[in-house]
């Protein structure tokens, strides 16, 4: 692909009754969740789906390549990620630049960002804003938590530094976590809605 070549990219807004969507957004969190472990040693922080926050999904064709949801009361992006297979082709460039362009005041993006998205929100102009202090405590507090977790349950021979979880079981618990924060409400919502009468 060239420079000039824009790729096809269908930005779908979430729907927790679409399979598809579903599937997506859980299996490219997942990534995320992965690929920020390897990155700073722990599980990133960032909301893929909740009430507050409008998330999209970015397909192309049938092949999801993306997700980012941002909370528009508040003209934060929460969280932005693309494929590895798609990066490096203006992908996130036309998401970050089409959200700051509608939105009514200044967007901001929230810090730990990757190093591509760092370079990117400040080519756009977009600032970052760092983690309020309580955001931090609780994220440390989750990160302790999930490691005491790992610690009890992990059967396997230790190397290393006994404070540091096992990484295969880190890897297996942030799949089912991804699992966890985006298909189980998405089923709960939905199993509500049937109760309600209000089914699509």
């Not at 807004?13 to 995320?32: G, K, Q």
């Not at 790992?150 to 530094?161: A, D, F």
Request: aromatic share 8%; net charge positive; with cysteine.
């Amino acid at each position: 692909m060239t420079e000039t070549q824009a790729l096809p990219i269908d930005a779908t807004p979430f729907d927790y009754w679409s399979d598809r969507d579903v599937e997506a957004v859980t299996l490219l969190f997942a990534d995320y969740l992965l690929e920020g472990l390897d990155r700073l040693g722990h599980f990133p922080s960032g909301m893929p789906i909740a009430n507050w926050l409008s998330t999209v999904v970015l397909y192309v064709g049938d092949q999801p390549v993306g997700f980012s949801a941002a909370d528009l009361t508040r003209y934060a992006i929460e969280l932005i990620y693309i494929a590895p297979a798609y990066r490096r082709q203006g992908i996130a460039y036309r998401l970050l630049s089409d959200l700051n362009d509608s939105c009514p005041e200044r967007m901001r993006i929230k810090a730990p960002l990757s190093p591509g998205c760092q370079a990117l929100a400040e080519q756009l102009g977009i600032p970052v804003s760092a983690p309020t202090v309580e955001e931090e405590v609780k994220g440390r507090q989750a990160v302790a938590e999930l490691h005491e977790t790992l610690r009890r349950r992990c059967k396997h021979p230790r190397r290393g530094s006994p404070q540091r979880p096992c990484r295969r079981c880190y890897r297996a618990l942030l799949r089912r976590m991804a699992v966890v924060m985006v298909t189980d409400p998405c089923l709960a919502l939905r199993q509500a809605d049937r109760v309600l009468g209000r089914a699509s």
